[in-house]
């Protein structure tokens, strides 16, 4: 019997697994004709909902059963061989932050999947909420990965050459041989070896990609560019001016040879041209400390030297919450 049931939830994973590559695969190929197509107005613009809209294009808008399965697929997807699971993790990895910062994995507030809970609509609200969370910082995570391949393979951007085609012609070939090997080969790997190759290599030297142009285009502030994108979820989010961000970066980054971040406007207009960002609002600066989202922002980007104790009266300690994350939403007993 048991092995009956492990029989349907392989399969059922191996569904999941190809619908899920099929996603992010098309959340790229978006993310590149935004980047091609950067002077027309309908293109412009990352970060603002492609994650959520590709995945309703694919799953739908699943039951809230169905909803828990495919969430646990999905964390079982990020410790696979496949080449796109560095995606789901690192934004998993950045959910699991703010989830710890907030206090969501303890006591009382907790959610609780299993068989008797009694707050099963509350667990419910969680889930939803904390996947639509999860979408944006995949749509960060995209594209992070295509303002990388923008600067190192210029050609998969030149839509109406034939280089452009050969060069995305040999990315699906390569993506496909090392999907079909990790099929063949097993899954999963070590969860803790696929943890610490993901955490250490920049995303960009992860994914594949067709071979590096020669020449590439210039790319003067790679580290900036990839702190300001990766912290985009927390400006939505929490409302920041691009006076917060400029105060965070400041933290985070040595600007002193950037004039981007001299001025708010600077970085507003970078911000838009440059990295292809749209603020919404102007934001409330924080005058007297550093604003809300500070803490995850530190942790997702550490500063190269201490940052400043602004507002907090001891050092903030790092805590792997990823698989606290993970087994919030493991339980097998759930029930919609």
């Not at 929490?238 to 708010?264: F, G, K, P, T």
Request: hydrophobic residues 40%.
């Amino acid at each position: 019997m048991s092995n009956s049931v492990d029989n349907v939830a392989n399969e059922t994973f191996s569904y999941d697994a190809l619908m899920i590559h099929a996603w992010l695969n098309s959340l790229l190929e978006e993310a590149r004709e935004v980047y091609a197509s950067r002077k027309n107005p309908r293109f412009f613009g990352l970060q603002t909902g492609q994650a959520q809209r590709g995945f309703l294009r694919i799953f739908g808008n699943p039951k809230d059963a169905d909803l828990h399965r495919l969430i646990q697929n999905m964390y079982r997807f990020t410790t696979c061989s496949d080449p796109y699971a560095v995606i789901l993790f690192r934004a998993l990895d950045a959910l699991a932050l703010e989830h710890d910062n907030q206090g969501d994995f303890d006591g009382h507030r907790g959610p609780d999947f299993s068989e008797f809970s009694k707050r099963p609509r509350e667990a419910v609200r969680w889930m939803r909420e904390s996947m639509d969370r999860w979408l944006e910082w995949v749509d960060a995570f995209i594209h992070m990965q295509t303002h990388a391949q923008w600067h190192l393979a210029p050609e998969c951007f030149e839509t109406e050459s034939l280089r452009h085609n050969a060069a995305a012609l040999a990315a699906s070939e390569h993506r496909l041989e090392q999907f079909r090997s990790a099929r063949t080969t097993g899954w999963e790997t070590s969860h803790s070896d696929t943890t610490r190759f993901f955490r250490e290599l920049p995303l960009w030297q992860i994914l594949p990609q067709a071979t590096i142009s020669k020449p590439q285009r210039p790319w003067p502030h790679p580290e900036l560019d990839d702190a300001i994108i990766t912290l985009w979820p927390l400006v939505k989010r929490h409302y920041w001016s691009y006076a917060d961000l400029r105060n965070v970066l400041s933290d985070l980054q040595d600007c002193s040879d950037a004039c981007i971040c001299e001025s708010d406007r600077n970085l507003a207009i970078y911000c838009l041209h440059t990295l292809r960002l749209r603020k919404i609002g102007h934001g409330k600066t924080a005058r007297r400390e550093r604003p809300i989202g500070y803490t995850v922002a530190i942790k997702l980007c550490p500063p190269v030297t201490p940052a400043p104790s602004l507002a907090f009266s001891e050092a903030i300690p790092f805590t792997d919450s990823t698989d606290a994350l993970r087994a919030q939403l493991a339980q097998p007993g759930f029930q919609a």
